[in-house]
């Protein structure tokens, strides 16, 4: 079992940033590819990105690449979510999510564990 939580949501300008974290729990992180979704009301969980287990391999939806940077601190149990240049449209839930499984992957089904979210509110 993976219990996850996220942090570092919040409030902030078109064009500014923010840092998420997600802090596991258990022995077996490393072991763990991890993902970030995000889900707007209305709309369907959707993949902003994705990191193996040792970091090696990243990847990022279309719509937030260049933007955003996936990072994992295994000694930590931590995975981080930098987004900069934030946009309006960015506005959602995230939520961070654990795949057993060596090849990133891009669905919501493919995640066995999952945080609770954190929300994070873009001003125009």
């Known amino acids: 079992q993976v219990q996850l939580v996220e942090s570092g949501g919040g409030l902030v300008q078109a064009g500014g940033s923010l840092r998420l974290s997600c802090a596991a729990s258990?022995?077996?992180?490393?072991?763990?590819?991890m993902g970030w979704f995000r889900q707007a009301p209305g709309k369907e969980r959707e993949f902003v990105a994705a990191?193996?287990?040792?970091?090696?391999?990243?990847h990022y939806a279309d719509s937030v690449k260049g933007r955003f940077t996936i990072s994992r601190d295994n000694a930590k149990n931590t995975v981080y979510l930098q987004m900069n240049s934030l946009k309006p449209e960015d506005t959602a839930v995230y939520y961070c999510?654990?795949?057993?499984?060596?090849?990133?992957?891009?669905?919501?089904?493919?995640?066995?564990?999952w945080g609770q979210g954190t929300q994070v509110t873009v001003s125009s």
């Open positions: 990191i193996s287990s040792i970091g090696g391999n990243t």
């Open positions: 999510a654990a795949d057993q499984a060596i090849v990133v992957r891009r669905t919501p089904s493919s995640y066995d564990y």
């Open positions: 258990g022995r077996t992180f490393s072991s763990y590819a």
